[in-house]
């Protein structure tokens, strides 16, 4: 009698064992597909929780930037980075990440971040691209210049110059940094559809991988 109550416990913690990690693959399995790239293991590298991001916060496919606010090639490609986003309205999102490779990137990046706290990250991002010449010139570089220019944002600048000091930003571009490495990014800009590169650089080979990864994303 004491044996069948033994068998009948072990049967029962066996039976609520199995059903446990049953549990467990069908909420692994729901993720995977509610979260597609970013469930997979190596996501965070490309896609870290602080991020800037835009576009449909469910979009299935991630257009993934390394840009620098200083590089010329950087802001001549945002329009077509726009464009991309808007022909496929929706269906991706961009995901900004920094390569600070010149010598004036990691104050404009900070200024970035900082802009971001008062709500005027795109803005901002958009504006340096536009004043990049004149700020960022190779031959004369005027870093200072950047805090004009936000300032005609309604950005409050004396905010933003303390909120630059904030050590998460520092920390912030150090993992930026760590990340780039790792990746193997070594100019700007470079980017990422759901963690795979393009087979070129330009905007047809980046288009044609945005629509590759849309169609895998629907036969999922």
């Not at 010139?137 to 004396?158: A, E, N, R, T």
Request: charged share 25%.
């Amino acid at each position: 009698m004491e044996k069948n109550k033994i068998y009948l416990h072990v049967g029962s913690i066996a039976f609520f064992v199995a059903c446990f990690l049953l549990g467990v693959k069908f909420y692994q399995d729901s993720q995977k597909k509610s979260f597609g790239f970013l469930a997979k293991e190596n996501g965070e590298i490309f896609v870290r929780d602080y991020s800037p991001r835009l576009g449909n916060p469910d979009a299935k496919v991630f257009l993934i930037e390394f840009l620098d606010p200083e590089c010329e090639s950087c802001r001549t490609f945002y329009p077509y980075v726009k464009g991309l986003l808007k022909e496929f309205e929706g269906k991706v999102q961009l995901v900004v990440r920094y390569a600070p490779f010149h010598g004036n990137s990691k104050e404009a990046i900070a200024a970035l971040e900082a802009s971001r706290k008062q709500g005027k990250y795109w803005e901002a991002l958009e504006l340096l691209f536009e004043k990049q010449p004149i700020w960022g010139s190779h031959h004369h570089p005027q870093i200072h210049l950047i805090y004009d220019f936000l300032g005609s944002l309604g950005i409050d600048i004396s905010r933003l110059k303390r909120d630059m000091k904030d050590p998460q930003i520092e920390s912030l571009i150090n993992q930026e940094v760590i990340d780039l490495k790792q990746l193997g990014v070594r100019a700007t800009p470079t980017f990422f559809v759901n963690g795979k590169r393009p087979a070129g650089f330009g905007y047809g080979y980046l288009k044609e991988l945005i629509e590759q990864e849309l169609k895998e994303a629907k036969e999922d």
